[in-house]
């Protein structure tokens, strides 16, 4: 069974905090995204990597960045979290050439 | 870059009557339509998808039909049942970059 995993389904952080958010998946997909979630928005993309140590900005990348040193493992860092950060993030992952996207349960982050 | 517009963002329909939910994509380039379903607590996943060359794809009772000239594509679920109420999410991704962008969403709600 396919699988992504995110690392915590609930985290509450305080203000100016470096916050880090891990993803991992089991299915050797090349690419690996970043979205958030909230109402009304929909899914943003953040940030993506189509291959080890490649990344590409998305839609709101500010305020974030990321890492992928192991294909299998896609971290998201809010190197000072804000409160406008809270929300709900999602992380998924491809094959290249436009297939399907298989997304984590996600992780709900409050920043107080 | 890519823009998806997706209406109507509330939907409530009598269980075994259909619904549709339409969007449109701004990127003329962008070849690949697929549709996801998130249930409470959980990631999006896919349901169904369609690509550029193709006007209509059917699975069971759902249904997605693609007008390129106009740049919108539609989800059809037809006999809905309770087990359709959920958000459904339309995306576009083009082959170029992989990159999936999301509509906002559309809360469906099935009326017993």
């Known amino acids: 069974d396919v699988k992504v995993t995110q690392s915590s389904r609930y985290l509450v952080k305080r203000t100016g905090e470096k916050v880090f958010l891990e993803c991992v998946q089991d299915m050797d997909h090349e690419n690996m995204f970043w979205y958030r979630q909230d109402p009304g928005l929909g899914l943003r993309l953040i940030y993506f990597s189509y291959d080890v140590k490649m990344k590409e900005k998305g839609d709101i990348p500010e305020g974030y960045s990321v890492s992928r040193e192991k294909k299998e493992r896609f971290s998201l860092i809010l190197e000072s979290a804000s409160t406008n950060q809270t929300s709900m993030y999602l992380c998924?992952?491809?094959?290249?050439?436009?297939?399907?996207?298989?997304f984590g349960q996600g992780t709900r982050l409050t920043v107080v | 870059g890519e823009n998806v517009e997706q209406h109507p963002s509330t939907l409530s329909v009598q269980e075994g009557d259909s619904a549709v939910i339409k969007c449109t994509y701004s990127d003329s380039a962008s070849n690949y339509f697929p549709w996801y379903k998130q249930e409470l607590g959980k990631g999006p996943q896919l349901i169904i998808d369609?690509?550029?060359?193709?006007g209509e794809k059917k699975d069971q009772r759902i249904a997605v039909t693609l007008n390129k000239t106009a740049k919108h594509f539609s989800l059809h679920i037809t006999e809905t049942q309770p087990e359709d109420s959920a958000v459904y999410f339309c995306?576009?991704?083009?082959?170029?970059?992989?990159?999936?962008?999301f509509g906002k969403g559309t809360r469906l709600h099935i009326l017993p």
């Open positions: 995306a576009a991704s083009m082959n170029r970059d992989d990159k999936i962008i």
């Open positions: 369609i690509r550029s060359n193709v």
């Open positions: 998924a992952s491809t094959y290249p050439g436009n297939t399907e996207a298989f």
